[in-house]
């Protein structure tokens, strides 16, 4: 507050109040607090402070306890506070010890412990180049026209804040769900608007295709055009259906619990499935050069060779239109088949 009081002061004396009337104002009155916690466990024996498979170690244990506690405290408390997870305890942990048989002794100091997680604030420095610049404008614009690609990266990058950042599986595997669900949904809806534009598929036959249930479309539509193996007993589409759709649907209709380790497998087999993708819209690029370009990009492309690159890139260069109107007519005719397939439920 003093910095923008003395901003505005500068841009406008006549109109601001002066700085010093900021002066009984202390920045440390409205510093963030921390809760320091004691928490205390008992060790029998020396063997007792390493985990096993059926014990955990003695600082675990009082994690567990903590954490556990703070979700009751904000359930019965009501409390608008973020949920405490093990990714964003302080990383620095102090321990003591003291023999049990003397309740008189005092804990002396034993060490420090860090725990493994990223709670420790780690500034940006790097700026941006100009093609930095120029890349980011671009995903910025074809975001705001609605680019489904774009809101699958989105969701990707909140599941994997989620397991890695936040320490929250259960949020993780929901994002990730929703991040297959739009990236199916895209690859097919890209398609078959592009077959539209050829004349070969009516707004009637697409809103029929997107009514069926999402697991039937992945049966009857994708293999057709794209090629490869979109079965359920087979990946990735198994390992979807299996470590992401199913675990998703046990948290939202009955509040499962996943294991950090489900949200983990669950962004693997993301990054499992968005790779069978880009490898099947650059076998079949010449079918769905649009969607394939908007997905793939050069990137893409490059990593799967040099000759399907240049060959995208000439065609790209060729075009009279930019990704960002195929992103707005793409978004328009979706609007028409949305519309039928709502009213044909």
């Known amino acids: 507050m003093r910095m923008a009081d003395r901003v505005a002061q500068a841009l406008n004396p006549d109109a ?7 002066e009984d104002l202390r920045p440390d009155d409205h510093a963030p607090y921390r809760t320091v916690v004691e928490a205390v466990t008992f060790v029998a024996r020396p063997d007792d402070m390493i985990a096993t498979d059926n014990k955990p170690d003695p600082l675990s244990r009082c994690i567990h306890v903590l954490t556990a506690f703070h979700r009751a405290y ?5 409390k608008h506070v973020p949920e405490l ?3 964003r305890l302080h990383p620095v942990v102090m321990w003591f010890r003291k023999p049990a048989a003397d309740p008189g002794a005092r804990p002396e100091p ?3 412990l860090f725990l493994n997680n990223n709670n420790i604030p780690v500034e940006e420095i790097t700026p941006l180049s100009n093609d930095d610049i120029e890349h980011l404008s671009q995903r910025h614009v074809r975001a705001v026209a609605g680019d489904p690609f774009s809101v699958y990266a989105e969701r990707r990058l909140e599941a994997e804040m989620e397991a890695w950042t936040n320490g929250r599986p259960r949020e993780s595997v929901v994002q990730a769900a929703i991040a ?3 990236l199916l949904g895209a690859l097919l809806g890209l398609a078959m608007w592009e077959e539209h534009e050829r004349g070969e598929l009516t707004i009637d036959d697409a809103a029929g295709a997107f009514s069926q249930p999402l697991a039937t479309r992945i049966k009857s539509q994708y293999s057709k055009r794209f090629g490869g193996k979109w079965f359920t007993d087979t990946d990735p589409i198994k390992g979807w259906q299996t470590d992401i759709a199913d675990v998703r649907h046990r948290v939202v209709h009955a509040g499962y619990e996943p294991e950090k380790h489900q949200a983990y497998v669950a962004l693997e087999v993301l990054q499992a499935l968005e790779r069978f993708i880009g490898d099947r819209l650059a076998s079949r690029w010449k079918n769905y050069p649009r969607t394939a370009w908007l997905f793939l990009g050069s990137p893409g492309f490059k990593r799967r060779g040099n000759s399907k690159l240049r060959q995208a890139e000439e065609w790209a260069d060729a075009q009279g239109e930019k990704p960002v109107d195929w992103v707005r007519d793409y978004q328009a005719w979706r609007e028409q088949v949305n519309a039928l397939v709502v009213h044909g439920r």
Do not use: F, Q, S
């Open 16 to 22: 601001m109040r002066k700085p010093e009337r900021l």
């Open 74 to 78: 904000r359930v019965a408390a009501r």
């Open 85 to 87: 997870t093990y990714e």
């Open 110 to 112: 034993a060490g420090i």
């Open 180 to 182: 297959a669900e739009v």
